[in-house]
């Protein structure tokens, strides 16, 4: 009997410790809920979701170029060498043909690489109205399933046709998920100064997975295989969607049926400013999506630049693509009237950058140049992205879906265009009239910018809140909006006494100067 008791004593003892830890993981369970739900916390978290995002989508975009190549000339020997014996023919009939076999390969790789950008740049109108429909959670949450199914397409295709698909597929994943990843940044992060650094510190994650991607997928494709990559990028696209899940509860939020209606994609496209900025960003990416796809050839003709060399041509770039960014943040903070000069310098850069190209002799040369491609693209991204932000804001409504889908069609046109035009431009005219053509176009572009010098001084006579005056308030969201905004007129703010009812209180002259906006 004495056994039984100690028996029946020792699982009472596991049952309560049992419970006992239970209950600890469900208050930390409970905490942890607690402080993602507090606003600062929970901004932060979403700035590190859509970052892993971003991330993600470009290291996706990038990690093939030293894969596909190579895989796929594998795959065309292998059938080549399963092909019967042919008849025998003349010197002259093989050259052609493998002359022939030779272009269509090339053109092969360069069609595989714009699908992505191509598809984005058809779906991202309807991306944007959508997002401006529907909130900004629910299409990062789709954005982010879709790349985590391109993903895993590419680790196991095993054809050319099924590349193609997962490469498609990936555009129509980044066509929600960089959108309304970008989109949901400018909503969170309404202050001027917290906007750009928070656009800033994603334009680094955008840069860093861009150029690391690579020397990644090359060290691994070349030691752990094709899948290898692929599987790695595929888990951490399905973490961060599960943190989408848990943090913004995209299919629990009912807060969408009061948001107000955005401006129509049409719209915002005609609008001089958005257009300028637009136009800027398509003209300043140019270089950079023209030269990937060329210079490695060139730099073999012209410097018999080795295999290592050529992977990591761009590498380098990251750290004055950063220290860019880092700039232009500071500079907006202190000076926030001239971020369309800091726009204007960083094209400047740029054209200057892309003419010296052709001029270097070697590895060590090639990279001031690039370098300094980047440390301008930096520049002008990180201004005037927060600008399209702040013209929506004063001269439209403030839901960013359109207007950032607009920002991803410029990116896109020029990388829909880099991979396929390119080539034949250096071919039909060379590699140095193709280099001077883009600087040329960035120096002549930057006078543009001056139309937004006195942006900062229109006020919000075409905003939502005269949108919302005009119409009347149509759901709770509007009517709050409206209360804020007429107490911020009024120079009041909000107050809880002890008893927890709500006053308004004149706030001081050093209160309304600090909650002033930036660009006041």
């Known amino acids: 009997m004495e056994p039984e008791g100690i028996t029946e004593e020792q699982a009472t003892n596991v049952a309560q410790s049992a419970a006992s830890k239970l209950s600890q993981m469900g208050e930390r369970t409970k905490q942890l809920g607690n402080v993602i739900q507090d606003p600062e916390r929970q901004k932060r978290v979403i700035l590190v979701i859509v970052c892993v995002a971003l991330l993600l989508d470009n290291m ?16 065309q020997k292998a059938a080549d060498q399963e092909q019967p014996a042919a008849a025998p023919h003349t010197n002259s009939t093989n050259s052609t043909i493998h002359r022939a076999a030779e272009g269509n390969f090339d053109l092969q790789i360069g069609v595989l690489f ?40 590419f680790a196991f295709a095993e054809n050319y046709a099924t590349l193609f698909l997962a490469r498609s597929i990936q555009g129509l994943g980044s066509a929600f998920a960089d959108t309304s990843g970008i989109a949901l940044i400018a909503d969170k992060f309404t202050e001027e100064s917290e906007r750009s650094k928070a656009l800033g510190i994603a334009l680094a994650f955008i840069s860093f997975g861009s150029l690391v991607a690579p020397p990644f997928g090359g060290v691994l494709y070349e030691f752990a295989g094709k899948q290898a990559p692929f ?81 990591m041509t761009w590498f380098p770039a990251f750290f004055p693509h950063v220290l860019g960014v880092y700039l ?29 190209v052709p001029a270097c002799k070697n590895f060590g040369q090639l990279m001031i140049p690039l370098c300094g491609i980047c440390f301008g693209i930096a520049f002008v991204d990180t201004a005037l992205l927060p600008t399209l932000g702040f013209l929506v804001d004063v001269r439209h409504v403030s839901v960013y879906g359109s ?9 896109c046109v020029a990388y829909a265009l880099g991979p396929v035009v390119a080539g034949q ?41 005269n949108m919302l005056l ?27 006494d002890e008893s927890g009812i709500e006053t308004f209180v004149q706030r001081s002259h050093s209160e309304e100067e600090s909650s002033g906006g930036e660009y006041a």
């Not at 996706?60 to 795959?75: N, R, S």
């Not at 053509?437 to 900062?456: D, E, I, Q, R, S």
């Not at 005009?470 to 809880?496: A, N, S, V």
Request: aromatic share 10%; glycine share 8%.
């Open 60 to 75: 996706l975009y990038m990690v093939i170029v030293p894969i596909i190549p190579d895989y796929l000339e594998g795959l």
């Open 114 to 153: 714009a699908s992505k950008a191509i598809l984005q740049l058809l779906v991202n109108p309807l991306s944007g109205t959508f997002i401006d429909r529907v909130g900004y959670d629910i299409p990062l949450f789709i954005g982010l399933n879709i790349m985590f199914l391109s993903t895993l397409t």
């Open 231 to 311: 599987l790695i990028l595929a888990c951490i696209c399905l973490t961060d969607g599960v943190l989408c899940l848990a943090v913004l509860k995209p299919f629990s939020n009912r807060e969408r049926e009061n948001m107000p209606v955005g401006t129509p994609i049409y719209k915002l496209m005609i609008d001089p400013y958005i257009a300028v900025v637009g136009g800027a960003l398509i003209v300043c990416n140019i270089p950079l999506a023209f030269l990937e796809p060329t210079i490695a050839n060139w730099m073999e003709e012209n410097m018999n630049a080795s295999e290592w060399e050529i992977g």
């Open 328 to 356: 232009t943040v500071k500079l907006a903070a202190k000076y926030p009237h001239l971020q369309w000069f800091y726009g204007a310098i960083g094209m400047v850069f740029i054209g200057a950058s892309s003419c010296t």
């Open 403 to 411: 207007v950032y889908a607009i920002a991803d069609i410029s990116y």
């Open 425 to 465: 431009i250096v071919h039909d005219l060379g590699f140095v009239q193709l280099n001077l053509g883009m600087g040329l176009a960035n120096v002549l572009y930057a006078p543009a910018l001056l139309l937004l010098k006195n942006v900062t001084q229109i006020k919000t006579s075409f905003s939502e809140r």
């Open 470 to 496: 005009e119409d009347g308030p149509t759901g709770l969201y509007d009517t709050i909006k409206m209360e804020q905004r007429e107490k911020k007129r009024k120079g009041l703010c909000t107050t809880i």
